[in-house]
């Protein structure tokens, strides 16, 4: 299927899980800063909270209501058969997501998501990567803080180094931010599926193709500290080094040899290590089922942190990129990452998939590959930052 025949669905864009928590911070970012003409529509399980959501949008936004359920996969084929577009913030996705994919694959239409899980990336790729790539559908997980500024701040790095050579980026993250109910219960379900994320993983890795001529790595690297940065420098096992990794695989402009490191920055050593402490003691205490659901009682999903809180809230991600006999610091900034500005992105990307003049590329692809320069000025404009702190 053409891109070009997908011009006569209804919708630019259906927003699905528009009543949750990040949902209804990307339907009032749409509503404020979307293009006019925009074709959209909220879409749900309840009308009702869809109606009164459409009811606060501001500006009087044009906003049409869908409802649609995980547990009825007709109404997910539905929404993927009208819409261009299909952006989802319904998670767990490991546990709900799969359903839309496999429609968005299977009707072309572009589909972008919320999610940190590997195992659920591993999956769909494995599954429905294939079908997205016969019928033109982009599918792109990861569209909120994981992994964009990480994806995109590892691409702004590389385009200032020299091309064709070995390059290196570590990328260092700090930010002080809260976290919702929806991301803790999505969190504690990937600290318990332990081996099956490693299993979906050799599962992808028995379908992806060889890299005939380059080299991409992304190593867990070790604790040190990292004068570059003047912090100390934790490793962070998330879903976004293996984003950026896959980027890497599918731009040429890695060039030839291409590691990247992921870590968390932690100024003062006690901080770093009572933070792996309490990381390591959430992830065993999420192997035993009634400690796992009393943990996921403490917040429930549609609560997260109030304006007052989002508002204080930031984050900042150092790279150190170095090849070619160049070194370069670059920073990707904004505020509070989690929601807010993980809403804009969502947004941001969604309407770039809809509108912007893109590379051509199909299947499940990254943010980088997909969006790259793109979403990196619509990002700029919308008031995140991407700079080059110094070079030499
Ligand atoms: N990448 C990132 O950086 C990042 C940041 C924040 C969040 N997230 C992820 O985004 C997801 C959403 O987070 P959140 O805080 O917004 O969670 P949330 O408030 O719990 O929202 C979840 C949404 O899923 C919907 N839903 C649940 N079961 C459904 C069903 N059977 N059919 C249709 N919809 C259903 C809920 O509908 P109702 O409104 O009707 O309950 C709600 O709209 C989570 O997976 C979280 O981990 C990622």
Redesign the pocket.
């Known amino acids: 299927m053409s891109r070009m025949s997908r011009t006569d669905r209804p919708y630019d864009l259906v927003l699905?899980?528009?009543?949750?928590?990040?949902?209804?911070?990307t339907a009032h970012y749409l509503a404020a800063h979307a293009p006019r003409d925009l074709r959209w529509a909220v879409a749900?399980?309840?009308e009702g909270?869809l109606e009164r959501l459409r009811e606060d949008l501001p500006g009087g936004a044009d906003v049409a209501v869908l409802r649609?359920?995980?547990?009825e996969p007709a109404t997910l084929r539905a929404l993927a058969e009208h819409a261009r577009v299909v952006a989802t913030?319904?998670?767990?996705?490991v546990l709900?997501g799969e359903e839309l994919v496999a429609a968005c694959a299977d009707t072309g239409a572009d589909y972008l998501?919320?999610?940190?899980?590997p195992e659920f990336v591993d999956l769909m790729y494995v599954r429905h990567d294939a079908r997205a790539r016969e019928t033109g559908a982009r599918l792109v997980h990861?569209?909120?803080?994981?992994?964009?500024p990480h994806d995109l701040g590892a691409y702004f790095t590389v385009r200032q180094l020299p091309e064709g050579v070995p390059l290196t980026v570590d990328g260092y993250v700090t930010a002080d931010a809260a976290?919702?109910?929806?991301?803790?219960?999505?969190?504690l379900n990937q600290m318990a599926r332990g081996r099956r994320m490693l299993a979906a993983a050799r599962e992808r890795a028995r379908h992806e193709p060889r890299l005939p001529g380059r080299r991409v790595t992304a190593p867990a690297g070790t604790p040190r500290y990292a004068a570059e940065v003047g912090a100390w420098a934790l490793p962070l096992p998330t879903i976004d080094p293996r984003i950026v990794r896959r980027s890497a695989r599918a731009l040429e402009r890695y060039g030839p040899d291409f590691r990247y490191r992921h870590y968390a920055a932690v100024r003062r050593l006690p901080v770093a290590l009572g933070g792996v402490a309490a990381v390591g003691a959430v992830a065993a205490a999420a192997q035993l089922p009634p400690v796992r659901r009393w943990l996921s009682d403490r917040l429930?999903?549609?609560?997260?942190p109030s304006a007052r809180k989002r508002a204080e809230s930031w984050f900042s991600v150092r790279f150190v990129g170095e090849g070619g006999g160049r070194r370069v610091l670059t920073e990707v900034a904004g505020g509070d990452?989690?929601?807010d500005e993980?809403a804009k992105m969502?947004a941001e990307a969604a309407l770039c998939l809809a509108f912007d003049d893109l590379p051509p590329t199909a299947g499940q692809v990254t943010t980088a590959q997909a969006m790259g320069d793109a979403l990196t000025e619509r990002l700029r404009a919308a008031g995140i930052t991407f700079r080059v702190a110094a070079r030499r």
């Not at 913030?89 to 996705?93: D, R, W």
């Not at 990861?142 to 964009?148: E, H, Q, Y």
Request: charged share 15%; with cysteine.
């Open positions: 699905f899980g528009a009543t949750g928590f990040v949902g209804t911070l749900g399980r309840d909270r649609a359920d995980v547990t913030t319904v998670g767990p996705y709900y998501d919320l999610t940190g899980e990861a569209c909120g803080f994981d992994s964009v976290f919702s109910g929806g991301t803790l219960a999505s969190a429930k999903p549609g609560d997260g990452p989690g929601y993980t969502f």
